[in-house]
């Protein structure tokens, strides 16, 4: 695959066959990924990927809690608050995507079970957590690594015909994921990203978002 086909074939995919990716292509693909780049070479990334029964018990877990708490307790809270231009990128956003899902902007319930996608991974049958270690106050500096660590494995999994969506939202419940994974409490968890082979017969899977024009985000200077 050439690489600007990569680029476009990489889109948030909401809908996953249950069909797993063999270890050998999940190996080259990570493999490829650990190729980003990072400041200093630091590399901050640690990724831990489930599958099989272990991707389900997180998923059903993950789920509960999710039903429970729906803001969880995430490592990095944020409050999605945005404004101008950037509110309505994520408002055009969501209804778009409600759109393809068959969900209304006053249906609270079906809005929710919109939400609730998130904690069931949309299905996949795989999940990359990526963690970075609390033992630096650079914590800017490392999310924009793994950003480009994330865009990396992302292409990575698209060039092996390999569907993604990143997701922040299933950060929201980090202790859960340590314990589960054995992970140390030092290590936070930033980000987490659902893959899988992309299940054509969901509609949702035909949502695309648009880009600003390269003028309104690029400034060329001589």
């Not at 590399?43 to 429970?68: F, N, T, Y």
């Amino acid at each position: 695959m050439e690489f600007a086909d990569a680029v476009h074939a990489r889109h948030s995919y909401r809908g996953f066959l249950p069909k797993a990716v063999d270890d050998k292509t999940l190996k080259e693909v990570f493999e490829l990924a650990n190729w980003a780049p990072s400041n200093c070479n630091v590399q901050p990334w640690h990724v831990h990927i489930v599958s099989g029964e272990a991707c389900d018990r997180l998923r059903k877990k993950m789920k509960a809690a999710a039903i429970e708490n729906p803001n969880g307790n995430s490592d990095f809270p944020w409050q999605g608050k945005f404004s101008g231009a950037y509110r309505e990128r994520q408002i055009c956003s969501a209804l778009g995507l409600w759109e393809y899902q068959g969900v209304t902007r006053e249906d609270r319930e079906k809005r929710a079970w919109s939400w609730m996608r998130n904690f069931e991974f949309f299905d996949a049958p795989h999940v990359a957590f990526i963690f970075v270690t609390d033992e630096f106050p650079e914590t800017l500096r490392l999310a924009a690594d793994v950003g480009m660590y994330a865009q990396t494995l992302m292409l990575s999994l698209a060039n092996a015909g390999i569907g993604s969506c990143p997701q922040t939202s299933i950060s929201c419940f980090p202790d859960m994921v340590r314990e589960e994974l054995a992970v140390e409490s030092h290590f936070k968890l930033l980000m987490g990203l659902s893959f899988g082979y992309v299940d054509e017969t969901d509609a949702a899977n035909n949502f695309r978002t648009e880009r600003e024009a390269l003028e309104d985000t690029t400034k060329f200077h001589y």
